[in-house]
T-cell receptor, first 111, second 118 residues
Framework: KNEVEQSPQNLTAQEGEFITINCSYSVGISALHWLQQHPGGGIVSLFMLSSGKKKHGRLIATINIQEKHSSLHITASHPRDSAVYICAVRAFRGSQGNLIFGKGTKLSVKP | GAVVSQHPSWVICKSGTSVKIECRSLDFQATTMFWYRQFPKQSLMLMATSNEGSKATYEQGVEKDKFLINHASLTLSTLTVTSAHPEDSSFYIC??????????????FGPGTRLTVL
């Protein structure tokens, strides 16, 4: 079982829909990242969370440390939101605290 | 947010040649830089971690003589793929951790470099 699990793997939505992507992890963490990767390959860091909730524009990220679960929400989705969304956690173990990545959720928003 | 740049964004080279990829943190000092490799439709795979002024720490299975990493300053790290072969063709992504920004050391990603070895 992977240490970071995302669901769903693939998601197709109509423009304007509210979208939720989930991330569950099994290790103790100091922080959780949500990343966005467009078809061209570049990765953008959307959020870094250690507790609670963050909002940026139409994007909202929440984390529940006790339940080891995070969600990324997109309100009023748009075709330009189509991308792969990756959850990554920084585990407590190890001296470097390297990120452990989920496999990503591929989102397609249709006009 | 902070910016990490990579150069070149794509490169095509002949088998047997060496290719250098640069990673720069543009508006912060990167105490730690990471190099990742990504195969099509797969997640990022950490290759090595480098701290400024010290030798890189390579992940298991990554050849240090093949993938030379230099982190000469707080804003620049380079990855050199030596004697490249077609199987080295991949998408290489660097990432930098800003040691001074937050207590949790936020990490930023470069745009990636697509390497094709003919």
């Amino acid at each position: 079982k992977n240490e970071v699990e995302q669901s769903p793997q693939n998601l197709t939505a109509q423009e304007g829909e509210f979208i939720t992507i989930n991330c569950s992890y099994s290790v103790g963490i100091s922080a959780l990242h949500w990343l966005q990767q467009h078809p061209g390959g570049g990765i953008v860091s959307l959020f870094m969370l250690s507790s609670g909730k963050k909002k940026h524009g139409r994007l909202i990220a929440t984390i529940n440390i006790q339940e080891k679960h995070s969600s990324l929400h997109i309100t009023a989705s748009h075709p330009r939101d189509s991308a792969v969304y990756i959850c990554a956690v920084r585990a407590f173990r190890g001296s470097q605290g390297n990120l452990i990545f989920g496999k990503g959720t591929k989102l397609s928003v249709k006009p | 947010g902070a910016v990490v740049s990579q150069h070149p964004s794509w490169v095509i080279c002949k088998s047997g040649t060496s290719v250098k990829i640069e990673c720069r943190s543009l508006d912060f000092q990167a105490t730690t830089m990471f190099w990742y490799r990504q195969f099509p439709k797969q997640s990022l795979m950490l290759m090595a971690t480098s701290n400024e002024g010290s030798k890189a720490t390579y992940e298991q299975g990554v050849e240090k003589d093949k993938f030379l990493i230099n982190h000469a300053s707080l804003t620049l790290s380079t990855l050199t793929v030596t004697s490249a072969h077609p199987e080295d063709s991949s998408f290489y992504i660097c990432s930098a951790r800003d040691g001074g920004r937050t207590s949790y050391n936020e990490q930023f990603f470069g745009p990636g470099t697509r390497l094709t070895v003919l």
